[in-house]
């Protein structure tokens, strides 16, 4: 699901500490079961809402290396 607001939703966005001092990574927000990505370049473009099976399948692809070079 793609959402391009949350209205009248306070999230607490978050982005890895090796990447706080750059604008080139994606940040995440947790909004009741669900994990929110978005562009840290270009945070009004929009959001993607992953459920928790979703955001797993996502940090293993990440970890395991089966999304470089993409």
Request: net charge negative; with cysteine.
């Amino acid at each position: 699901m793609v959402c391009r607001s949350i209205h009248g939703t306070a999230l607490n966005w978050r982005k890895a500490s090796r990447s706080v001092n750059q604008d080139d990574c994606v940040e995440v927000a947790a909004l009741g079961p669900s994990v929110l990505v978005r562009d840290s370049l270009a945070p009004s473009a929009g959001v993607i809402a992953l459920d928790s099976t979703q955001w797993n399948e996502l940090l293993s692809a990440i970890q395991s290396g089966d999304l470089d070079g993409r």
